[in-house]
């Protein structure tokens, strides 16, 4: 395994309350200024406090970079049914992102009705399946962290600090290194970062989530990268397949990503995916509890390639 994903699953395994992620950040901006970037911290209070106060950290300057590398680096929060994400087949994901609610407000309607019938108190159902509908939600939203989170995403930070590494000085004033925060409260770190540099809604945004196992590294720009031939040459150009390993550049079809990329207009979605019959290609984030280091060298080389032949000359 890569030093960076080991020291990440050692060292900082859950990045999810303010004192986890005060560790994390202060680790990684000195590992990147040890690397010889300028490294930063940029902060935000989110509007009406949903996602509370979110703090980026940005390495190089997202103004005169003609690229922009991104990963969110905050953990989630355990949902009741496992993770699955399957970026080709949005009906199907969407339809799976329903159950949830759904088996919430049945279960609340379930409870209330059985307890408010053993005691004989037809009355007070309405009353407690709200109740327990709200206590059911605040869990949804302030639960536990999942604790399983190689994958989502040390696995994407982990391949950051690689590329970070792997970057030639002459190089590096072509690109900016963003580690978001606020990835699962609603997008607000990305957000954050998109309006302090409203240059960046013209750039490619690279965001690398949920990488650490698969046999297919997927590429998927969004609907405004997909018309851009200068990047998807270069992204055609820069990605080689492994021995076992398939990157596949994928720009047809509908497609949904539930990650960073949404909040920019020219963003570009990087994920590794298994094949799984009535699935598609599938994300199971839960059940990686190690990283790939194949995956990882393979995104590091075409990201350090990506830089070279989009800005050639850097």
Same mark, same amino acid.
């Given at each position: 395994?890569?030093?960076?994903?080991?020291?990440?699953?050692?060292?900082?395994?859950?990045?999810?309350?303010?004192?986890?992620?005060?560790?994390?950040?202060?680790?990684?901006?000195?590992?990147?200024?040890?690397?010889?970037?300028?490294?930063?911290?940029?902060?935000?209070?989110?509007?009406?406090?949903?996602?509370?106060?979110?703090?980026?950290?940005?390495?190089?300057?997202?103004?005169?970079?003609?690229?922009?590398?991104?990963?969110?680096?905050?953990?989630?929060?355990?949902?009741?049914?496992?993770?699955?994400?399957?970026?080709?087949?949005?009906?199907?994901?969407?339809?799976?992102?329903?159950?949830?609610?759904?088996?919430?407000?049945?279960?609340?309607?379930?409870?209330?009705?059985?307890?408010?019938?053993?005691?004989?108190?037809?009355?007070?159902?309405?009353?407690?399946?709200?109740?327990?509908?709200?206590?059911?939600?605040?869990?949804?939203?302030?639960?536990?962290?999942?604790?399983?989170?190689?994958a989502d995403n040390t696995s994407g930070v982990a391949a950051l600090l690689e590329t970070a590494a792997a970057l030639t000085p002459g190089c590096r004033g072509s690109v900016a290194l963003v580690f978001l925060d606020g990835g699962f409260g609603g997008m607000?770190?990305?957000?954050?970062?998109?309006?302090?540099?409203?240059?960046? =809604?013209?750039?490619?945004?690279?965001?690398? @989530?949920?990488?650490?196992?698969? /046999?297919? *590294?997927?590429? $998927?720009?969004? &609907? !405004?990268?997909?018309?851009?031939?200068?990047?998807?040459?270069?992204?055609?150009?820069s990605f080689e397949s492994g021995e076992k390993k398939t990157v596949f550049l994928k720009t047809d079809g509908l497609v949904y990503y539930p990650s960073d990329n949404r909040a920019f207009r020219n963003g570009i979605a990087f994920c590794a995916c298994e094949?799984?019959?009535?699935?598609?290609?599938?994300?199971?984030?839960? =059940?990686?509890?190690?990283?790939?280091?194949? @995956?990882?060298?393979?995104?590091? /080389?075409? *990201?350090?390639? $990506?830089?070279? &032949? !989009?800005?050639?000359?850097?």
């Amino acid at each position: 395994m890569s030093k960076y994903a080991d020291k990440l699953l050692r060292d900082f395994p859950v990045r999810n309350k303010a004192q986890e992620k005060e560790r994390f950040r202060l680790w990684l901006t000195g590992a990147l200024r040890e690397m010889g970037y300028r490294a930063e911290l940029q902060s935000r209070e989110t509007a009406l406090q949903i996602g509370g106060r979110v703090t980026n950290v940005v390495a190089g300057d997202p103004e005169t970079a003609k690229l922009i590398y991104a990963a969110h680096y905050d953990t989630p929060l355990r949902s009741l049914l496992p993770p699955l994400i399957m970026p080709t087949r949005p009906l199907t994901a969407l339809l799976y992102l329903a159950v949830t609610p759904v088996c919430v407000m049945l279960g609340s309607f379930v409870l209330s009705f059985a307890l408010t019938f053993a005691v004989n108190a037809p009355h007070l159902t309405l009353p407690l399946f709200l109740l327990l509908l709200f206590a059911a939600l605040l869990y949804l939203r302030f639960g536990p962290a999942e604790m399983r989170n190689a994958a989502d995403n040390t696995s994407g930070v982990a391949a950051l600090l690689e590329t970070a590494a792997a970057l030639t000085p002459g190089c590096r004033g072509s690109v900016a290194l963003v580690f978001l925060d606020g990835g699962f409260g609603g997008m607000s770190g990305a957000k954050a970062f998109r309006k302090k540099y409203p240059s960046v =809604r013209e750039k490619p945004v690279v965001n690398v @989530n949920c990488v650490a196992r698969g /046999d297919e *590294l997927l590429l $998927l720009p969004g &609907k !405004y990268a997909r018309w851009n031939g200068d990047v998807l040459d270069a992204l055609l150009e820069s990605f080689e397949s492994g021995e076992k390993k398939t990157v596949f550049l994928k720009t047809d079809g509908l497609v949904y990503y539930p990650s960073d990329n949404r909040a920019f207009r020219n963003g570009i979605a990087f994920c590794a995916c298994e094949k799984v019959s009535g699935f598609g290609r599938l994300i199971r984030p839960r =059940r990686a509890e190690s990283i790939d280091d194949s @995956n990882i060298t393979i995104i590091k /080389d075409g *990201l350090c390639k $990506l830089l070279e &032949k !989009y800005c050639p000359g850097a």
